[in-house]
């Protein structure tokens, strides 16, 4: 059995496997970025790089575990934290830091780190009634904050 392909069809095919291609490795590129924050100053510019105003750079620290098995709320954090392009999942039952800045105003910045490496954050009010917001720079230009 053959197969006769016209240039006209056989241009179409290469855009599609050229097409698949990019969108792969750009998927892939993402996946596998790695921002390593591993002193004090480089969170700090990492902050300021989303345009998040913080009020010193003294922060506050612990540790806490990513647990093995996640309940509504952690499902519902890591959806936040897929948006910014962090996936939690990889993370399971490992220890991570967890470094707090202050904004002012009630909120704060959380950068989750594990060995080095951001794998996740937020920007929280601390109100009752606050919200929590993915560590991304918003299109206008004008950081979440």
Request: charged share 30%.
């Amino acid at each position: 059995m053959y197969i006769t392909l016209t240039k006209k069809r056989l241009f179409l095919i290469l855009c599609a496997i050229i097409a698949v291609f990019l969108i792969v490795t750009r998927v892939l590129s993402v996946k596998a970025e790695r921002i390593m924050l591993n002193t004090n100053a480089e969170r700090v510019e990492y902050i300021k790089s989303l345009k998040i105003d913080i009020l010193s750079d003294e922060y506050k620290m612990k540790t806490v575990t990513i647990p093995k098995e996640f309940g509504k709320v952690y499902e519902n954090y890591n959806k936040l934290q897929l948006s910014a392009n962090f996936d939690l999942r990889d993370y399971k039952g490992k220890e991570v830091v967890v470094y707090t800045y202050s904004c002012g105003n009630e909120k704060n910045v959380n950068l989750m780190i594990y060995k080095g490496r951001l794998i996740g954050g937020d920007v929280s009010e601390m109100s009752l009634d606050g919200s929590m917001k993915a560590l991304v720079v918003e299109e206008s230009g004008k950081g979440k904050t």
